[in-house]
């Protein structure tokens, strides 16, 4: 939440491949007759949800859903971010900062009819409180809680083990007390089987197909006023040149993720907008630091050698940062340096000369010489033991940025005398959380308080056994981490929290098991003939997908005339893609198979 996967970018063509893409205009034809005249706003996603229970789902396309369908206390101003009333109007510490006291609002109603109360906020943090399960995807807010009692229905009080400074961040969604303590087991719910799902957000979820689409409604008493479509629906893609098609000729109002030959496509298109803005999100290479539960044991198939930090700088120094945001990105991102985005300005990190893991593969092959992995006869690097370093990175089997990086790493890498084989799957989370990689590509969407993609590498994230699924990325545990993460929850100074967020950056930079390669920029498209208007967040230069709030598809309006995605024809050009090809290989450009969802665009 902050938001996992994903985050994502993509597009095109294996060697020789016979594929097409459209570029030119697009009229939308007449809106299909059971629309019943309906606005109806399509959204293409690249990922599949992972659950429908915002107590389980981690996905951004997840938490995008719950964001729509759920109030949190409080929100984020679309502005500059900093925290507004939710379904509390205001909130107060008390003067020792353990006690908060939250004032909900009156006019909150879940979509049954029923009052939302401070009892259903109280019911929600107890559930989280005293059931791991239930804490599986926001765990790290609740963890410090003491007591959570509601006194009067207007009144919510947080009592703390100690001082926690995201009391006004609690990316936590609200649920109904009356429907949801009628559930077993909440490691196994995924409230996917009754609709409409009650929620009291500015829209109620209606249907739900797996991997095939997510339909909502407007809540017509959503206090903040009713959105102005008729029906919000976020259609899955497998493939990014399909959602693109779609756009091309109506059948979906906005795609987001595309790639730099997409979005050089469409700008060129009629009727429709592309919005490139800095994103909120990193992408990285992460290695598995082995695999371990709480209670200590140790599980998975990772590479030992991975345990030596000196193999781990070496890999990053045999990294190009620089030719992969010029060549796989093509520009639209920026050279990853720390682990939160440029675009959080006072949490922004990066290191000075003296600790930068430059592009420097004379270096990295002196450490792995050092390390005592030297080349044999065949120019294998191999350790003492006589095991040659062959790694595995797991891939997103959709995703071309993954594809075209891994082949660079193969290069690079190769040089060195080491080998790795790029595992590129549909899905990557069974290997993942079973402990069955070397590397794998990462990222998280990262929200303005940074507090939860800090806390998932922390020891307390780690499930509790091998068998279950905890909070981590990808197993991190190290105490001086977690030193510094505990300093930074309690520290309400904002300069002093500042920079205690920053030295974890630096502390994760140089443990070395996660290596940021970009920030990717938020590229994504809107067919200007349905969407007559429509918010980014921050309002200047922002984005539309994966906001941290709902302001996008809750502002969102028609566009005159028809103003709906179905199914219509396309009067575009057509431009064979073998051409394309050739005239990116001409320009040095990189044009690759699309990827999956972005690093699973897990928020």
Known sequence: MATKVPPRIRLLLASGAAALLVVGSATPSAQAADDGGKKVLTVAVSQSVDSLSPFLAQKLVSTTIHRLAYEYLTNYDVKDAHPIPGLATAWKPSPDKLTWTYTIRKNSKWSDGKQATAEDAAWTFNKMMTDENAATANGSFTANFKKVTAPDPETLVIELKKPQATMAALDVPIVPKHVWEKVGDFSKF??????????????????????????????????????????????????????????QKGEVSFVQGLTPAQATALKSADNIKV????????????????????????????HTALLDPS??????????????VDKVFQGHAVEGEGYIPPRFESYFWKPDASQKIAYDPAKAATLLDQAGYRKNGSGKRVGKDGKALDFRILCHATDPNDKAIGKYLQEWWGELG?????????????????????????????????????????????????????????????????????QQTAEYDAARRTGLVKQMESRL?????????????????????????????????????????????????????????DSGASKGVVIGIGAAVALAAGLGLFVMMRRRSSAEDRE
């Open 190 to 247: 995924n409230n996917d089987k009754k609709f409409p799902i009650v929620g009291n957000g500015p829209f109620i979820v209606t249907d739900f197909k797996v991997d095939q689409f997510v339909k909502l409604k407007p809540n017509k008493d959503f206090w903040r006023g009713t959105p102005k479509f008729d029906e919000l629906v976020f259609k899955y893609y497998k493939d990014g040149d399909a959602a693109v098609a779609a756009l």
């Open 275 to 302: 919005n490139d803005a800095p994103g909120r999100r990193f992408f990285a290479l992460a290695t598995n630091p082995g695999a371990r539960s709480k209670d200590g044991k140790t599980f998975g198939s990772g």
């Open 509 to 565: 930079y140089d443990t070395g098991y996660m290596n940021v390669l970009a920030y990717p920029n938020a590229v994504e498209a809107y067919r200007t003939d349905q969407i007559g208007s429509i918010k980014t967040m921050p309002e200047a230069a922002g984005n539309l997908w994966g906001q941290d709030g709902y302001w996008s598809w809750w502002s969102a309006e028609p566009a005159a005339g028809d103003g709906s995605s």
């Open 418 to 486: 080491i080998g790795l084989k790029v595992d590129c799957l549909d899905n990557v989370s069974d290997p993942w959380v079973k402990g069955d990689y070397d590397l794998a590509f990462d990222g998280w969407s990262v929200n303005p308080d940074p507090d939860f993609v800090l806390s998932i590498h922390t020891c307390s994230a780690l499930p509790a056994t091998p068998k279950d699924t905890g909070a981590t990325d990808n197993f991190i545990c190290d105490k001086q981490f977690d030193g510094l993460y505990a």
């Open 311 to 324: 193999v781990r700088k070496a890999l990053f120094h045999a990294t190009d940062r620089k030719t992969i």
